[in-house]
């Protein structure tokens, strides 16, 4: 059966009637309201229905011409839903249209797939550097990458937008699992989710593991944000990259590769994702230190990274602090004190090791 007779049998069908005039108000019509009628007849480009206690209704003018391929597929006698769009028009009949009451069919049924949780396996057809694009019944959809599966999601290890596309794109014409998570009808979009597919199933996966479990996996995926871990066949955790060490983490790819075996502890487990951490593993050194330091100590540390409220700064192995921009004045000068490597003396000026917190002040120029 070609789509366009597809299109016909979908507006024809009594039972997708019943379903979808439940809530059509009878007997006033009004416009933008479906109603269900009988072709009566074709005159030229003029196809007139019954629509029973509303009168005759017609199918002319440009809403002929963009419903052509199904009208040429109907007969006298043809039950088909149809939308009124002018009480009376020139001619003096009611105007209706085919092609928007297919739409407004179209966009009910995806309402109710949404609620109903359905699960639908379409083809990719497209992609672009925020995700995959979809189409279900004429109607583009789109699937955020934030919306993949594990399996499905690009892992480069640098974000770069160009080299996720071209991962995106080898997609293209794979088939997917997918359910409908936005209906926007005004819009005309569909939001896709790959992730929530599978759920019983995955639960079931997940009932085995508990939070506070320590398990070894084998890394399958270093990205700018972490690392993915498969705990077994068919479940991966994500190990974010502020759970990977105590110390600041630039690049998780610095430390893992993809076939690393790791230990991680699942610190999580929520709708079926399971989040883990490396770093529990380890000793935290802000426990060690907690006797060490105090508020007005003069120490000396090493500058690891700038950022817009200032400089990192490293006083040991895993404790590292913040020296304000507003000590300098401004960034140009901060860059101009102080520089990525170099070992300088700061005063204490807060220091939380509970919270993991210690704030700094810059005292003098690097030491020779």
Same mark, same amino acid.
């Given at each position: 059966m070609s789509e366009t007779e597809q299109l016909a049998v979908n507006l024809i069908n009594p039972t997708r009637m019943d379903?979808?005039?439940?809530?059509?108000?009878?007997?006033?019509?009004? @416009? =933008?309201?479906?109603?269900?009628?009988?072709?009566? @007849?074709?005159?030229?480009?003029?196809?007139?229905?019954?629509?029973?206690?509303?009168?005759?209704? +017609?199918?002319?003018?440009?809403?002929?011409?963009?419903?052509?391929? !199904? !009208?040429?597929?109907?007969?006298?006698?043809?039950? !088909?839903?149809?939308?009124?769009? @002018?009480? @009376? =028009?020139? !001619?003096?009949? +009611?105007?209706l249209s085919l092609k928007e009451a297919k739409q407004e069919i179209v966009w009910r049924e995806a309402e109710e797939i949404q609620n109903s949780k359905t699960t639908l396996t379409l083809t990719i057809t497209d992609a672009n550097k925020g995700g995959l694009i979809l189409e279900w019944k004429g109607v583009q959809g789109f699937l955020p990458t934030s919306q993949l599966k594990a399996n499905h999601y690009p892992r480069i290890d640098d974000g770069d937008k160009d080299k996720i596309m071209e991962e995106l794109k080898k997609l293209v014409g794979q088939e997917i699992a997918v359910n409908i998570i936005s209906v926007i009808p005004k819009e005309e979009k569909l939001i896709f989710s790959e992730k929530s597919t599978g759920s019983e199933e995955m639960k079931e996966i997940v009932s085995k593991y508990n939070v506070g479990d320590i398990i070894e996996g084998t890394v399958t995926g270093v990205v700018e944000f972490g690392i993915f871990i498969k705990l077994e066949e068919g479940l991966e955790g994500l190990a974010h990259i502020s759970e990977l060490d105590w110390s600041l983490v630039e690049s998780p790819a610095d430390l893992f590769k993809v076939g690393q075996k790791v230990k991680a502890q699942i610190i999580s487990i929520k709708d079926g994702k399971v989040s883990l951490s490396i770093k529990v593993l380890k000793q935290n050194p802000w426990q060690e230190v907690e006797k060490k330091y105090n508020k007005g100590d003069i120490v000396s540390g090493v500058i690891i990274k700038f950022n817009r409220h200032g400089a990192l700064v490293s006083i040991e192995e895993g404790i590292s602090g913040l020296v304000h921009v507003s000590e300098f004045g401004s960034e140009a000068e901060m860059k101009k004190k102080i520089e990525l490597g170099k070992s300088y003396p700061f005063q204490i000026t807060l220091f939380e090791p509970k919270e993991q917190r210690l704030i700094l002040s810059f005292l003098e120029k690097p030491k020779d």
């Open positions: 379903l979808l005039f439940k809530s059509v108000p009878l007997p006033i019509p009004k @416009e =933008n309201d479906l109603v269900e009628g009988t072709v009566m @007849e074709q005159k030229g480009s003029m196809m007139f229905v019954d629509i029973g206690a509303f009168g005759t209704g +017609v199918i002319y003018g440009r809403e002929f011409n963009n419903a052509r391929d !199904i !009208i040429k597929v109907l007969k006298t006698g043809d039950k !088909i839903v149809v939308k009124i769009t @002018e009480l @009376e =028009n020139e !001619i003096g009949y +009611v105007s």
